[in-house]
């Protein structure tokens, strides 16, 4: 019988979930044309007082269908990836906004601990 070890399995590549997306779409420039594409896909000219009409409505489902081939016609594959791109680009965008980094003095702030 062999003895396991920590060397018997080897570690694992850590990668990044945005790792498979194109050039195109990881340049910020891109961010505000990329984010109207997709929610000019998504919106409708009317609205529903429920989920249930909404999800019975045929064109909000055309709607829904076209937002999701978009979001693979620009390299996501699943919403996951899109929200972890989201939130990058608002933070790239919105640096000001990132309430754990005072950036005037260049320090990342974690509760009272400043580093």
Not at 18 to 33: A, E, I, Q, R, T
Not at 44 to 73: G, N, V
Not at 98 to 110: E, G, R, S
């Amino acid at each position: 019988m062999t003895k396991i070890t920590p060397k018997t399995f080897p570690k694992g590549i850590k990668k990044s979930i945005l790792d498979g997306l194109p050039d195109y779409v990881k340049d910020p420039k891109n961010y505000s044309k990329i984010q109207t594409a997709l929610l000019d896909a998504l919106a409708t000219s009317h609205s529903h007082s429920d989920l249930f009409e909404w999800s019975i409505c045929p064109a909000c489902q055309d709607k829904l269908k076209e937002f999701r081939l978009l979001h693979k016609k620009f390299g996501f594959r699943n919403p996951a990836q899109y929200y972890a791109w989201k939130k990058v680009m608002d933070i790239i965008m919105n640096p000001m906004k990132n309430p754990l980094v005072d950036w005037k003095n260049d320090k990342q702030q974690i509760g009272d601990k400043t580093k």
